[in-house]
């Protein structure tokens, strides 16, 4: 793991020094199904104990609506590994993540209806 | 349980934008991103073709894969996140991860080497993920009418193309309401 206070001799460029998947002791698969723009928020509680600093971190990224691709840019994260880790922080409780879509037509075309017009806005 | 109470967090949609090396996508990206355009890596495992396979065991090779995205928070309820593919040919197996739950496709294109999206325009066509054609106009480029880059492309009649800044973002908006004009259109045929 990171030691703080200790890195002022790395830049941005020399990378994480901890290969990506040993933060999440060589899982590759959430426990919980996560796609790159699925959204997460902290909730403010759940047993904080068992986290690592990774995990830390990754809350830290939580405490407004983010998606997994976003956190997992800004932290210079794996998506997967990203993944592994929100999925740790769902099932403790410290993250709430979005029910996935329902994909019918009806809120499909409801969806659409306001993609146009937020779209429209902007020009 | 994990899934309740999330009515108040934003619903993210994703589009793609695809095209050739070069073409402009990143500068695309960012001309409609609220944000600097991010960069997020994937590490991709596949089956290797097993052209070194000596025992007939499958090899498997992992690939890191990087894109771009951005981000248009449209409401406080929606957000438009939109990537871009990497445009490298060997990342192509990436392309089915990117493209899942994806609403919709802009196919970025350079009228002085067209060829560079037949790929991004075969592998939509395959997928069924419906998308438009938007002709980036290069300065010095020959101007082409966009029914000549249709004819060009083959593409079927009811897939739009249009011209574009990808510079720009007002162009560049313009050519996502195309889109998602052209796939409320088809919702209101399918069903």
Same mark, same amino acid.
Not at chain 1, 6 to 21: I, M, N
């Given at each position: 793991m990171t030691v703080s206070g200790? #890195?002022?001799?790395?830049?941005?460029?020399?990378?994480?020094?901890?290969?990506?998947?040993a933060v999440t002791n060589?899982?590759?698969?959430?426990?919980l199904k996560l796609d790159l723009v699925s959204m997460v928020v902290a909730?403010?509680?759940?047993?904080?104990?068992?986290? #690592?600093p990774d995990h830390v971190q990754v809350l830290g990224m939580c405490l407004r609506p983010a998606s997994v691709a976003e956190i997992a840019a800004r932290l210079r994260l794996p998506a997967a590994v990203t993944k592994v880790l929100l999925s740790d922080l769902v099932d403790c409780g410290a993250v709430r993540a979005a029910a996935p879509r329902s994909e019918t037509d009806a809120t499909n075309r409801v969806l659409l209806e306001r993609l146009l017009h937020g779209l429209q806005r902007r020009l | 349980m994990a899934y309740n109470d999330a009515y108040d967090l934003p619903i993210a949609v994703k589009l793609l934008v695809a095209g !050739?090396? !070069?073409?402009?996508k990143t500068t695309f990206v960012g001309a409609v991103s609220e944000i600097e355009p991010l960069t997020t890596e994937e590490v991709i495992t596949e089956a290797s073709a !097993?052209?070194?396979?000596l025992d007939g065991v499958a090899s498997k090779t992992t690939t890191t894969v990087a894109f771009d995205f951005g981000r248009i928070s449209l409401s406080p309820s929606l957000v438009l996140y939109l990537f871009g593919t990497p !445009?490298?040919?060997?990342?192509?197996?990436?392309w089915d991860e990117l493209s899942t739950g994806a609403l919709g496709a802009v196919v970025l294109a350079d009228t002085r080497r067209l060829e560079a999206c037949f790929d991004a325009v075969d592998f939509f066509e395959r997928r069924g993920t419906k998308f438009v054609v938007a002709v980036n106009?290069?300065?010095g480029a020959f101007h082409y009418e966009p029914e000549e880059v249709r004819a060009a492309l083959e593409l079927k009649p009811h897939v739009p193309v249009t011209l574009c800044d990808a510079r720009d973002p007002r162009s560049a908006t313009s050519v996502l309401v195309c889109l998602v004009q052209y796939l409320l259109a088809a919702s209101m045929t399918t069903s």
């Open positions: 200790d #890195e002022s001799w790395l830049d941005g460029d020399a990378g994480r020094l901890v290969r990506p998947y060589g899982r590759t698969t959430a426990s909730t403010g509680n759940g047993s904080h104990s068992s986290l #690592e | !050739g090396f !070069g073409v402009g !097993g052209v070194d396979s !445009g490298q040919n060997r990342f192509w197996f990436m106009e290069f300065d």
